[in-house]
């Protein structure tokens, strides 16, 4: 890992600034062609929507680590996205002038930034993918098991292990949107896993008791973790 230069560390810790967003806030698109976010805790929904008929996808669910707005960032235009939190997030923001001058002045920043931004391209490659040749199933199976909160890290009892994979605070509606489909048809496919005992759900908490049974309606093995 390429370590950043005292400088530019102590420069960025001068430009950078902690912000505090509640769960419903308005994200106005003046604030990200001005500034560019970070987030350091909670979870945001990047989505299209038609303004014609109100339909719209998720095309990314933003953790811990993200930033807000790559396209932005890059081309300095406006993007015509719409972001929602799914609950209180805390970031860390700079002026994004600032964000593209370090970029193109410190190759070592570069050279770190690159590789997210490769990541976030092969993600958004896959999720295309998915839509255009995997049906309703196999795209939701990917999504939850994308979504875990732990992954394949427990070590205890066996017949305990699916407490350890949950997918929280997620609605239907918004399974709907990240998968592509209608809230009823995504209720349908968790009520037949439910009566399967793959899962357990309450409101917006999945927990998984057949792991396999998911891979296997993903088309994944272990290989892809």
């Known amino acids: 890992m390429l370590l950043l230069k005292e400088s530019l560390v102590k420069e960025m810790a001068t430009y950078f600034k902690m912000e505090t967003w509640d769960k419903d806030s308005y994200i106005n698109q ?5 500034k560019f976010h970070i987030l ?24 811990p680590g993200d930033g807000l707005d790559i396209i932005t960032l890059l081309d300095e235009k406006p993007h015509e996205m719409f972001f929602s939190p799914v609950e209180e997030l805390r970031l860390i923001s700079v002026p994004i002038k600032k964000m593209r001058e370090w970029i193109w002045q410190y190759p070592e920043l570069n050279k770190q930034f690159m590789p997210y931004i ?38 205890g ?18 399974l709907a949107r990240m998968v592509g489909s209608v809230r009823q048809v995504i209720n349908q496919h968790l009520q037949h896993w439910k009566q399967d005992g793959v899962i357990n759900k309450t409101r917006n908490m999945i927990r998984i008791n057949d792991l396999q049974a998911l891979f296997d309606d993903a088309g994944y093995t272990l290989s892809h973790y």
């Open 40 to 63: 350091i805790q909670g979870r945001i929904e990047m989505m299209r929507i038609n303004p014609d008929n109100g339909r719209s996808v998720t095309l990314d669910l933003l953790q």
């Open 118 to 155: 490769a990541k976030k391209l092969r993600a958004q490659e896959d999720k295309t993918t998915d839509f255009a040749l995997h049906d309703t199933v196999t795209r939701l199976s990917r999504i939850l098991l994308t979504n875990l909160n732990q992954k394949f890290d427990y070590k």
């Open 30 to 34: 003046d604030t990200l062609m001005n």
């Open 157 to 174: 009892k066996q017949q305990n292990e699916h407490r350890q994979h949950l997918v929280s605070g997620l609605s239907d509606e918004m």
